[in-house]
């Protein structure tokens, strides 16, 4: 909540429901409600595993309803992954692919082929090890480094 202090236009509206204290989330009917009453232009949902055939799923249950009323209220959903997380499934199903434009960190280009072949819509994180670019942009102004 502190970064978000560097960012006065940004609108941050809190769901009421349980805090679910191991996953740090709100869930439950009133959390759901609550989501369901908004229309969201992006949805940045966290899952536990990413596959073909089962979608986004969680080892969460309490999270199911909460993280589908997300996906559903959204224009947009991107779902964060790490490689390791690709390929893998876990208990409860979130959704399927199609609902989902997926980020993925930095994998192998066969399992990037893969899901693009399965019409995952894909992107890349860059490499954080990978050299930095010789310019950055920082207020709408070049500069070298």
């Given at each position: 909540m502190?970064a978000l202090?560097?960012?006065?236009?940004?609108?941050?509206?809190l769901?009421?429901?349980?805090?679910?204290?191991?996953?740090?989330?709100?869930t439950?009917?009133?959390?759901?409600?609550?989501i369901r009453?908004?229309h969201?232009?992006?949805?940045?949902?966290?899952?536990?595993?990413?596959?073909?055939?089962?979608?986004?799923?969680?080892?969460?249950q309490?999270?199911?309803?909460?993280?589908?009323?997300l996906?559903?209220?959204?224009?947009?959903?991107?779902?964060?992954?790490e490689s390791?997380?690709?390929?893998?499934?876990?208990?409860?199903r979130?959704s399927?692919h199609?609902d989902?434009e997926i980020?993925?960190?930095h994998?192998?280009?066969e399992?990037?082929?893969q899901?693009?072949t399965?019409?995952v819509?894909?992107?890349?994180?860059p490499?954080?090890?990978?050299?930095a670019p010789?310019?950055?942009?920082?207020?709408?102004?070049?500069?070298?480094?």
């Amino acid at each position: 909540m502190v970064a978000l202090a560097e960012h006065a236009n940004a609108e941050v509206i809190l769901a009421g429901g349980d805090v679910d204290l191991q996953w740090m989330a709100t869930t439950g009917p009133a959390a759901v409600d609550a989501i369901r009453r908004h229309h969201l232009d992006l949805a940045i949902v966290g899952v536990c595993a990413f596959d073909l055939r089962a979608g986004a799923t969680t080892r969460s249950q309490r999270e199911i309803h909460t993280k589908r009323a997300l996906i559903e209220s959204a224009a947009q959903t991107l779902i964060p992954l790490e490689s390791s997380k690709l390929g893998a499934i876990s208990p409860f199903r979130i959704s399927t692919h199609d609902d989902v434009e997926i980020v993925i960190g930095h994998s192998a280009p066969e399992t990037l082929e893969q899901f693009e072949t399965a019409g995952v819509n894909v992107s890349t994180a860059p490499d954080p090890s990978a050299p930095a670019p010789a310019a950055c942009v920082t207020d709408s102004t070049t500069t070298g480094t």
